[in-house]
Each structure stands twice: as structure tokens, then as C-alpha cells.
């Protein structure tokens, strides 16, 4: 089945410092990824809607420049947080699709659990 | 306001039991995903439904499609403790593949 790889897993790093995490897609062209955040018991939230060779599109409440997404490439998505504080903490997930394949669904990536101290 | 209601958030049984978790919305979806999630890992999906009125079984579990598009359920049958998990329903809206999720329910089996 499709594999989403999503890197790194874990970090942990002071606040003000700017932390990538990039979501690939390892066996099909992800035409579309998704960046969602999810607190402690809850659920997905959808941050915003990346598409290859264009600008992402941030759900509402979701700041654009704090939260920098690059889908370069039909196989890679990043997501930057800049001058991350402790209320970023969060877990970070990222799926993608081919969005050109009709009802596909959306395969995850295991997701980066992100510490700000 | 939450737009897929999902229940129950929490349910704890005893193994062999059956059980069914409801997902519900006034709004129509073009599909409507089921995903299971284990702690510090992403959601893997189980189940992909389109077709109002559309039933889908994998092994123990039964997943159905309202027949207006608006709800789904998971049933369990003889529920085991490697059911243990969080549950998630997610509904498509029109062509966007914007994934709305329900608010998860977390399942324990008890042995």
C-alpha cells in the first residue's frame, strides 16, 4: 500500500527556534498534502492544504507566516514552524493523495511530536 | 460548532461484546472514511465509503453509509482487546478532499 514517511518523529527544541518536519510520499506522486495538528485526546485539526507548485492553502485561524509550507516536488511537502514558543507544542501530521484519482483516500505519515521548551 | 458528531468519545467494555460507534452530520459528504490510530502514530485508514445506503465488512467490523450521505457507523462484532484504539470518522465534502474529522472515539477492550 502507499507509504507516507514523515521526519523526524520526535523533537525537542528551545523557544524561538525554527523547526522543519518534512512529509514525503515514497510510492505515488502526491498531487495534494494535508498538514494537520493534533493536541493531547483530541482530534484532527486541518492546518492547511498543500498542492504541488502552488501556495498553500491555510484553514482559517492558522497564521501563514508562522506556519511556512513548501511542496516543491509531486513527492515532498515541508512544514516550518518559525520562532516556535510552547503553546506550538503539538503533534504534526501530514497525508497525502493523488488528488487527480477520484475518492482516494488520504494516507498519513506517523507524525512529528513537537516539544517546545 | 463541530461538524461530524462522533459517539460515543469514550467507550470501555468487556471482550466479546458488541458495540457500534455513530458518526453524524446535517451536512452531505461525498465519502466517508473510517481510521484507527494508535499513540504517537498517524491514523491508518480501514475503510472508505461513497455509495448512500453502502455497507463494507472487514472481518469483525461493519462500516455503513447513511443513505443520505450524512452519517455512518463502525459496529464491532465480539469485540477482542486488540481492538483497543482511538476510532476516527472523516467526511470528504464535494471534490476538495478536505478531510473533516469526527472527534474520535477512544475504545477499550478489557480482557
Known amino acids: 500500500g502507499a507509504v507516507v514517511s514523515q521526519h523526524p518523529s520526535r523533537v525537542i527544541c528551545k523557544s524561538g527556534t525554527s523547526v522543519k518536519i518534512e512529509c514525503r510520499s515514497l510510492?505515488?506522486?502526491?498531487?495534494?498534502m494535508f498538514w494537520y495538528r493534533q493536541f493531547p485526546k483530541q482530534s484532527l485539526m486541518l492546518m492547511a492544504t498543500?498542492?504541488?507548485?502552488?501556495?498553500?492553502?491555510?484553514e482559517q485561524g492558522v497564521e501563514k507566516d508562522k506556519f511556512l509550507i513548501n511542496h516543491a516536488s509531486l513527492t515532498l511537502s515541508t512544514l516550518t514552524v518559525t520562532s516556535a514558543h510552547p503553546e506550538d507544542s503539538s503533534f504534526y501530521i501530514c497525508?497525502?493523495?493523488?488528488?487527480?484519482?477520484?475518492?482516494?483516500?488520504?494516507?498519513f505519515g506517523d507524525g512529528t511530536r513537537l516539544s517546545i521548551l | 460548532t463541530q461538524l461530524l458528531e462522533q459517539s460515543p468519545q469514550f467507550l470501555s467494555i468487556q471482550e466479546g461484546e458488541n458495540l457500534t460507534v455513530y458518526c453524524n452530520s446535517s451536512?452531505?459528504?461525498?465519502?466517508l472514511q473510517w481510521y484507527r490510530q494508535e499513540p504517537g502514530e498517524g491514523p491508518v485508514l480501514l475503510v472508505t465509503?461513497?455509495?448512500?445506503?453502502e455497507v463494507k465488512k472487514l472481518k469483525r467490523l461493519t462500516f455503513q453509509f447513511g443513505d443520505a450521505r450524512k452519517d455512518s457507523s463502525l459496529h464491532i462484532t465480539a469485540a477482542q482487546p486488540g481492538d483497543t484504539g482511538l476510532y476516527l470518522c472523516?467526511?470528504?465534502?464535494?471534490?476538495?478532499?478536505?478531510?473533516?474529522f469526527g472527534q474520535g472515539t477512544r475504545l477499550t477492550i478489557n480482557p
Open positions: 510510492d505515488f506522486q502526491a498531487t495534494t
Open positions: 497525508s497525502a493523495t493523488d488528488r487527480d484519482r477520484l475518492h482516494q483516500p488520504q494516507h
Open positions: 451536512s452531505v459528504f461525498s465519502s
Open positions: 465509503v461513497v455509495t448512500g445506503g
Open positions: 498543500s498542492n504541488e507548485g502552488s501556495k498553500a492553502t491555510y
Open positions: 472523516a467526511g470528504e465534502r464535494g471534490g476538495a478532499q478536505k478531510l473533516v
